[in-house]
């Protein structure tokens, strides 16, 4: 007669959870082999490096050609018109008087020719208000009256004009300075 091992339900669900083991490790050992043959595919024939970029041996500066020495004058130019570019004059005058009636007036902004970039001038009362815009003035340029953009009583006022500057070819704004005037409203 021959023995037939049976099984007990304990050493049943021990054996399917040996098989669930072995059958998940080998699917994540397959879903890893794939992954790590997927990067390396990825990192070897579309990497980021480009011809410029690849320093190729016996790749030399070339001899000089069409290249020549400036001479002091014209490094000093050079250099003067850098600065030049960067410099802006503030001017305005520091008293405007503004009729009551009109509500306009006097009102003293020049951009020198000397400026690089074009301004546009903002004056506010201490509350933050803003009672007048100058619109584009480009250097060269000055603006010796105009009319408020909010109506003032009678008096005198302490200003806040915020000068915008941009720059000449982009139009985009580059910076701001401010200055502090008096305007008397009669």
Known sequence: MTHIPIKTDVEEEKENKKKKKRFLWFWLSLILLVGIAGGSYLYFNHGSSTPESQLVAGDFLPKKKDARQMTDAELAQYAQKAVDASQFQLMINP????????????????????????????????????????GAIEPGQEVTSGSLSTKLRKGTYEVKARFDIYDNKTKQKRGQQSAILEMTVQ
Request: no cysteine.
């Open 95 to 134: 008293k405007s008087t503004i009729n009551f009636d009109t509500q306009s007036g006097y009102i003293g902004i020049k951009n020198p020719k000397t400026n690089a970039y074009p301004i546009n001038v903002n004056f506010y009362t201490s509350d933050n208000i803003k009672i007048y815009t100058s």
